[in-house]
T-cell receptor
Framework: EAGVAQSPRYKIIEKRQSVAFWCNPI?????LYWYQQILGQGPKLLIQ????????DSQLPKDRFSAERLKGVDSTLKIQPAKLEDSAVYLC?????????????FGPGTRLTVT | SQQGEEDPQALSIQEGENATMNCSYK?????LQWYRQNSGRGLVHLIL?????REKHSGRLRVTLDTSKKSSSLLITASRAADTASYFC?????????????FGAGTRLAVHP
């Protein structure tokens, strides 16, 4: 089966610019996650969707980050305006159903550099 | 916040040796998972151990879980150069009826030929 797809793989922007990342989860997976991974750290959950509803966005900086999951499939994560500290790898993951007790499948990530 | 803390932060061994990584956490969990991340790539799930299990094996991997000490260990036996990667433990904690994985900072393993 096809894995989690993400694009772009790399993005370089200047601070105060905006950027958007796209994710296509594994077909049939109801739960979709966006993580931020800063160099040298583990992934930090930004937002979790169950179908097209948000179940956890407690660590999403809502003044600049937004995310949506249209029709419960693809998702986009947007940053506007970007700050230097947003430089990180943004990982998308999906899991089958609610995810309780199940593994997550990760995409290759988008490496964002803010200059 | 990151719940899991891996130890050591970095580990360097020779091919054929065993590698042991430890993870400690703070709150009650449903399960604990280990993931591997090769440089510049996404994370790959290795193994999941439930809170009522004490040990689990998968190929050259052995995971133990001690819920009384809130700790887990990952043992890779007979390591290979291809095992060079970062390894993360992730605790699965209840969150509004769904699971929420909280990752540690990882152990960077280097296996030298």
């Amino acid at each position: 089966e096809a894995g989690v797809a993400q694009s772009p793989r790399y993005k370089i922007i200047e601070k105060r610019q905006s950027v958007a990342f796209w994710c296509n989860p594994i077909s049939g997976h109801a739960t979709l996650y966006w993580y931020q991974q800063i160099l040298g750290q583990g992934p930090k959950l930004l937002i979790q969707f169950q179908n097209n509803g948000v179940v956890d966005d407690s660590q999403l900086p809502k003044d600049r980050f937004s995310a949506e999951r249209l029709k419960g499939v693809d998702s986009t994560l947007k940053i506007q305006p970007a700050k230097l500290e947003d430089s990180a790898v943004y990982l998308c993951a999906s899991s089958p159903a609610g995810g309780r007790g199940s593994e997550q499948y990760f995409g290759p990530g988008t490496r964002l550099t803010v200059t | 916040s990151q719940q899991g803390e891996e130890d050591p932060q970095a580990l360097s061994i020779q091919e054929g040796e065993n590698a042991t990584m430890n993870c400690s956490y703070k709150t009650s969990i449903n399960n604990l998972q280990w993931y591997r991340q090769n440089s510049g790539r996404g994370l790959v799930h290795l193994i999941l151990i439930r809170s009522n299990e004490r040990e689990k094996h998968s190929g050259r991997l052995r995971v133990t879980l001690d819920t009384s000490k809130k700790s887990s260990s990952l043992l890779i036996t007979a390591s290979r150069a291809a095992d060079t990667a970062s390894y993360f433990c992730a605790t699965d904690a209840p969150s509004g009826g769904y699971n929420k994985l909280i990752f540690g900072a990882g152990t960077r393993l280097a296996v030298h030929p």
